[in-house]
């Protein structure tokens, strides 16, 4: 791999160190310190199949010791964590910086333009009945269910048919 090792600034050349590296893995955009200039953070592609290949070596040592040797102990357990730890460490060195594609902005053209997309054009916005000083009237509360009503009778004293 030709760009293996510590990311650099895409800008000013600055090298990031491995434990801003580390912290930078999970974010999505780095901030140089010398230049200020903005990059994007990329993982290669390589990084998922060294992923898998922790994976796999890890589930191949667990099927030696489990079945080929017959028992589990805290020294096998601590094999099976060797190509996982082996993975972060080069995964440290597997981080890109890039600048931000930034795309100009198309202006649409003019003669597919709808008549109502012309703000001048548009109606005029309706205001409230109120002025902006003072302040909206609550509606009027509704009056109670006389006393016969349905509304007004309890739970305990409704007819079940």
Known sequence: MKNFGLPTCPYCGLKVGPLRTWILKSRGE???IRCGGISNIILRPAVSYLAAAAILISIL???VFRFIIGKITLESILYMLIPYAVFFLA???MVELKRPI??????YPQQGK???????????VRRPPYSENSVPRRPAPRPYPPSGSR?????????IL
């Open 91 to 93: 995964a440290l060195f």
């Open 151 to 159: 509304d007004s009778q309890d739970i305990d004293h409704t007819r």
């Open 114 to 124: 709808r008549p109502g997309d012309d703000p001048r054009q548009r109606p005029p």
């Open 30 to 32: 780095y901030k140089c």
């Open 61 to 63: 040592i667990f099927v």
């Open 102 to 107: 930034i795309r100009k902005r198309v202006p």
